[in-house]
């Protein structure tokens, strides 16, 4: 199937567009826009600042993609979106590129869906397979990592990291990490509710690291044992090597622990932080 362009779409002389794009009606294409093979507009679809765009994406009407960070400190430089492959962004989702901070560059990985009016701000990483459901809004320098799953309408705040297959529950105000393959719900300040069980089904995870990650979860957030507590009695009680999952959670809320109100790369480090240690993480 040729390139395809709507007549009636605006595409910049300086744009960059592979084979197979098709870019309909009312679209805008700015100058440092590079789309990548197979990719869609639908219509209605604006595409700025310095993007690039994988192949086989596809943006429904009235998305924004790369406009300018919403930060008081950037000075228009050039800073820059990527994007992936294969992502579908439904109608009305804004994706901002990085400003100056970090390495001035907001990432989309590849896979996933992010439904009608989710926003994705400067400088966030969302990596594989995430899901944003409606309404969703991440604050500048989130990290939500492979198959998260964020319900509808929630919030999550600047510099907070969303775990592998953690599960955001809908209408949440996430104000700190949620660690990997927990389920947090609660309106505000949610907690850690149980096991993103299904999640881990789905993604092929073994029933005996399943377990593992129950029971740590038990030790830690329904008993209070401090991270390090749990760390020794799984050295103490198992016999065979940690499974990845029990390594990749552990140090997580380490560094968790360490952070600035239980989120681990924000910059605002607090004295007061490890006292945090046996809050509910969210």
């Not at 098709?22 to 310095?50: A, I, K, Q, R, Y």
């Not at 001035?104 to 990596?127: E, P, Q």
């Not at 599960?167 to 389920?183: A, E, K, N, T, W």
């Not at 957030?221 to 749990?230: D, K, L, M, S, T």
Request: contains cysteine; glycine residues 10%; aromatic residues 6%.
């Amino acid at each position: 199937m040729p390139t395809t362009l709507s007549p009636l779409a605006q595409i910049d002389a300086g744009a960059q567009l592979g084979t197979n794009v098709s870019v309909g009606p009312f679209c805008l294409v700015g100058p440092n826009v590079v789309v990548g093979d197979g990719s869609v507009l639908e219509s209605h679809v604006v595409l700025t600042g310095n993007t690039q765009i994988g192949t086989e994406n596809r943006f429904s009407p009235y998305c924004v993609i790369g406009g300018e960070p919403q930060d008081k400190s950037y000075r228009d430089t050039g800073t820059r979106l990527v994007i992936g492959d294969n992502n579908f962004f439904r109608e009305g989702v804004t994706v901002n590129r990085g400003s100056e901070k970090e390495d001035r560059t907001t990432w989309i990985g590849d896979r996933n869906l992010l439904m009608a009016n989710s926003h994705v701000a400067h400088n966030c990483r969302v990596h594989n397979d995430v899901i944003l459901v409606n309404g969703v809004l991440l604050g500048g320098h989130v990290h939500v990592h492979d198959r998260a799953i964020v319900s509808g309408n929630s919030v999550v705040h600047h510099f907070s990291t969303l775990g592998t297959l953690s599960f955001i529950s809908g209408g949440c105000r996430v104000p700190h990490d949620v660690p990997p393959y927990m389920l947090a719900a609660g309106s505000d300040n949610p907690s850690i509710k149980t096991l993103n069980t299904i999640g881990m089904r789905r993604a092929g995870i073994s029933d005996n690291a399943t377990q593992i990650i129950r029971k740590a979860y038990k030790l830690h957030f329904r008993e209070r044992r401090g991270i390090q507590e749990v760390r020794r009695y799984f050295e103490e009680n198992l016999e065979d090597l940690f499974p990845i999952e029990l390594t990749e959670w552990l140090s997580f809320i380490e560094k968790q622990n360490q952070g600035h109100m239980l989120r681990a790369r924000d910059p605002y480090k607090s004295p007061h932080s490890q006292a945090l240690t046996n809050r509910k993480a969210a």
